[in-house]
Protein backbone atom coordinates (compact mmCIF):
# COMPACT_ATOMS: atom_id res chain seq x y z
CA UNK A 1 0.00 0.00 0.00
CA UNK A 2 3.13 2.44 1.26
CA UNK A 3 4.72 1.47 -2.54
CA UNK A 4 1.21 2.55 -3.94
CA UNK A 5 1.07 5.96 -2.34
CA UNK A 6 4.47 6.69 -3.16
CA UNK A 7 4.27 6.04 -6.93
CA UNK A 8 1.06 7.96 -7.17
CA UNK A 9 3.44 10.64 -5.59
CA UNK A 10 5.77 10.40 -7.70
CA UNK A 11 3.53 10.54 -10.97
CA UNK A 12 2.17 13.48 -9.84
CA UNK A 13 5.04 15.61 -8.96
CA UNK A 14 6.67 14.23 -12.25
CA UNK A 15 2.87 15.98 -14.05
CA UNK A 16 3.08 18.78 -11.94
CA UNK A 17 7.05 19.32 -12.85
CA UNK A 18 6.50 19.11 -16.66
CA UNK A 19 3.37 21.13 -16.77
CA UNK A 20 5.86 24.15 -14.97
CA UNK A 21 8.62 23.51 -17.86
CA UNK A 22 5.72 23.46 -20.91
CA UNK A 23 4.27 26.48 -19.62
CA UNK A 24 8.15 28.03 -19.16
CA UNK A 25 8.89 27.21 -22.49
CA UNK A 26 5.45 29.37 -23.42
CA UNK A 27 7.09 32.28 -21.62
CA UNK A 28 4.18 32.30 -18.77
CA UNK A 29 6.09 32.84 -15.67
CA UNK A 30 4.34 31.15 -12.15
CA UNK A 31 3.89 32.76 -8.94
CA UNK A 32 2.14 35.46 -7.23
CA UNK A 33 1.22 39.04 -9.62
CA UNK A 34 2.86 42.21 -8.01
CA UNK A 35 0.49 44.19 -5.75
CA UNK A 36 2.04 47.38 -7.31
CA UNK A 37 2.53 47.64 -10.68
CA UNK A 38 6.14 47.52 -12.56
CA UNK A 39 5.50 51.26 -13.63
CA UNK A 40 4.41 52.38 -10.19
CA UNK A 41 7.33 50.77 -8.08
CA UNK A 42 9.62 53.67 -8.73
CA UNK A 43 7.47 55.76 -7.20
CA UNK A 44 6.21 53.70 -4.64
CA UNK A 45 9.70 53.38 -3.95
CA UNK A 46 10.55 56.70 -3.64
CA UNK A 47 7.90 57.72 -1.56
CA UNK A 48 8.70 55.38 1.13
CA UNK A 49 12.27 56.50 1.07
CA UNK A 50 11.12 59.90 1.18
CA UNK A 51 9.67 58.90 4.62
CA UNK A 52 6.04 58.11 3.94
CA UNK A 53 4.49 54.85 6.03
CA UNK A 54 4.13 51.47 4.67
CA UNK A 55 0.35 52.05 5.79
CA UNK A 56 -0.03 55.48 4.19
CA UNK A 57 1.51 54.22 0.87
CA UNK A 58 -1.39 51.18 1.27
CA UNK A 59 -4.01 53.66 1.82
CA UNK A 60 -3.40 55.38 -1.54
CA UNK A 61 -2.94 52.45 -3.59
CA UNK A 62 -6.16 50.67 -2.07
CA UNK A 63 -8.52 50.57 -4.65
CA UNK A 64 -11.95 49.73 -2.68
CA UNK A 65 -12.78 51.00 0.92
CA UNK A 66 -11.15 48.95 4.01
CA UNK A 67 -13.72 47.15 5.80
CA UNK A 68 -14.19 44.86 8.84
CA UNK A 69 -13.27 41.40 8.78
CA UNK A 70 -16.61 40.30 10.28
CA UNK A 71 -19.03 42.32 8.19
CA UNK A 72 -20.63 46.31 9.14
CA UNK A 73 -20.24 47.56 12.68
CA UNK A 74 -21.35 50.63 13.65
CA UNK A 75 -25.33 52.34 14.80
CA UNK A 76 -26.66 50.67 11.59
CA UNK A 77 -25.27 47.52 12.21
CA UNK A 78 -27.20 44.46 12.29
CA UNK A 79 -27.38 41.83 15.13
CA UNK A 80 -25.62 38.45 14.93
CA UNK A 81 -28.42 35.55 14.64
CA UNK A 82 -27.43 33.30 17.09
Do not use: F, N, W
Not at 8 to 28: F, I, N, P, S
Not at 37 to 55: C, Q, W
Request: zero cysteines; aromatic letters at 2%; hydrophobic letters at 30%.
Amino acid sequence: MAQTLAAAGELQRELTYDGLRAAEAKGHKGGRRPAVPADKTADVRAAYLEGRSIAALARDRRRQPRRHPHGRRGPHARPHPR
